[in-house]
T-cell receptor, first 114, second 111 residues
Framework: DAGVIQSPRHEVTEMGQEVTLRCKPISGHDSLFWYRQTMMRGLELLIYFNNNVPIDDSGMPEDRFSAKMPNASFSTLKIQPSEPRDSAVYFC????????????FGQGTRLTVV | EDQVTQSPEALRLQEGESSSLNCSYTVSGLRGLFWYRQDPGKGPEFLFTLYSAGEEKEKERLKATLTKKESFLHITAPKPEDSATYLCAVQSSGSARQLTFGSGTQLTVLP
């Protein structure tokens, strides 16, 4: 299995621009998570989908952030407009809740907003 | 609110020098406690899931244990390739399926 695939691996953008991060979960997994990692705050959950439906988006910082999961094999996290304080590593993770509780992470997207 | 505290923040060991990492947690009903390893520039890599007090899991030089308040990750005779940040996370019965992570222990094993 290829694991969770994220793209791009690195993104540098100017303040005010729209940024879209992409994720392909592990095939057959029913849950998908977006996390953000910073030195100051560690790993924080942004949003959780189950069977393509958003279940908990209480971690989304503000309305500039939005996430979609149009089908079981694809999800996006969009930031519009981006700000320098959004600079972080964004991880996507998936799990098969019918088999276990553990989540498997992608390699992350390092976002830098200048 | 679920809370996870890891100690120490950083640990330097000589190759072969065994030690333990600590993860203290507060949850409203534990569904599972997880250990991950994270290498620089990579995503967290799943190591273990522990479900109930008294449970133990082993993988190579690593052994994870669980009590009602904390978990330990024991590293026996570590090698330089064990150097990484080790993350602990919990999932509680009141949190749907998401994980709450600790801030991690950065382990360095010197040759």
């Amino acid at each position: 299995d290829a694991g969770v695939i994220q793209s791009p691996r690195h993104e540098v953008t100017e303040m005010g621009q729209e940024v879209t991060l992409r994720c392909k979960p592990i095939s057959g997994h029913d849950s998908l998570f977006w996390y953000r990692q910073t030195m100051m705050r560690g790993l924080e959950l942004l949003i959780y989908f189950n069977n393509n439906v958003p279940i908990d988006d209480s971690g989304m910082p503000e309305d500039r952030f939005s996430a979609k999961m149009p089908n079981a094999s694809f999800s996006t996290l969009k930031i519009q407009p981006s700000e320098p304080r959004d600079s972080a590593v964004y991880f996507c993770a998936s799990s098969d809740t019918r088999r276990g509780l553990e989540a498997f992470f992608g390699q992350g997207t390092r976002l830098t907003v200048v | 609110e679920d809370q996870v505290t890891q100690s120490p923040e950083a640990l330097r060991l000589q190759e072969g020098e065994s030690s333990s990492l600590n993860c203290s947690y507060t949850v409203s009903g534990l569904r599972g406690l997880f250990w991950y390893r994270q290498d620089p520039g990579k995503g967290p890599e799943f190591l273990f899931t522990l479900y109930s007090a008294g449970e133990e899991k082993e993988k190579e030089r690593l052994k994870a244990t669980l009590t009602k308040k904390e978990s330990f990750l024991h590293i026996t005779a570590p090698k330089p390739e064990d150097s990484a940040t080790y993350l602990c996370a919990v999932q509680s019965s009141g949190s749907a399926r998401q994980l709450t992570f600790g801030s991690g222990t950065q382990l360095t094993v010197l040759p």
